[in-house]
Every structure is written in C-alpha cells, then in structure tokens.
Nanobody, 123 residues
C-alpha cells in the first residue's frame, strides 16, 4: 500500500520561498508518476506539477510555471516542490500524489494521496 507523507508547509510572506517534501513508501515507484496538487478554501483540488519517478517528463500548471520546480531523490524515495516568488493566491493545502505512469497526470481523481500540508502566503 502506497504511503505518502508531506512536510515543509508554513507561513511565508509574498515573494518568499518554501520547499515541500513528500516521502513515499509501500512499493517500488519505478513505474509511477509523482505529482503535487493543491486545494484552496472553497475551490476544487487542482494540478500543480508532475514528474516521472525516472526524473523525466516534468509538467507544470501555467499559474506556477517559472516559479515552482518539482524534483525527486530516488535514493531517499522523496519528491520535492521548490516554490519561489510565492503569491497570496498560492495559499492552499498542498497534496502529494502517486499514480501509475500511464494514467492522466492532471486529473485530481486518481492515485494515492498524502494528508496534505498547509501553505499560507500572507504579509
């Protein structure tokens, strides 16, 4: 059974940076795609970024492109989301996701999920 544990959220001022981490366990992830999604109050969960476990094929939502970077450390079975130039509209609960690599990477209805970590961008 896949287990995902996120960490690294918090309160940051606009323009600041945070790095989220997602520790994955429970199976071999070589055929998986890892992703980050977020959900703001009153809104649906939305796609943020995705990466194949091999490190190839990264994709980003237009709203975060150029500011966020997804990466993984296979030795630690951990996926990261480096978030720079944060804006108030980035405020949300951020969720780590793991799914079989042939499943649509953008859908918020597939795969296994972590418990989420709160990111608040405010002055």
């Amino acid at each position: 059974q896949v287990q995902l544990v996120e960490a690294g959220g918090g309160l940051v001022q606009p323009g600041g940076s945070l790095r989220l981490s997602c520790a994955a366990s429970g199976r071999t992830f070589s055929n998986y795609r890892m992703g980050w999604f977020r959900q703001a109050p009153g809104k649906e969960r939305e796609f943020v970024a995705t990466i194949l476990w091999s490190g190839e094929s990264t994709h980003y939502a237009d709203s975060v492109k150029g500011r966020f970077t997804i990466s993984r450390d296979n030795a630690k079975d951990t996926v990261y989301l480096q978030m720079n130039s944060l804006k108030p509209e980035d405020t949300a609960v951020y969720y780590c996701n793991a799914r079989w690599k042939f499943i649509d990477p953008y859908s918020a209805g597939s795969g296994s999920w972590g418990q989420g970590t709160q990111v608040t961008v405010s002055s």
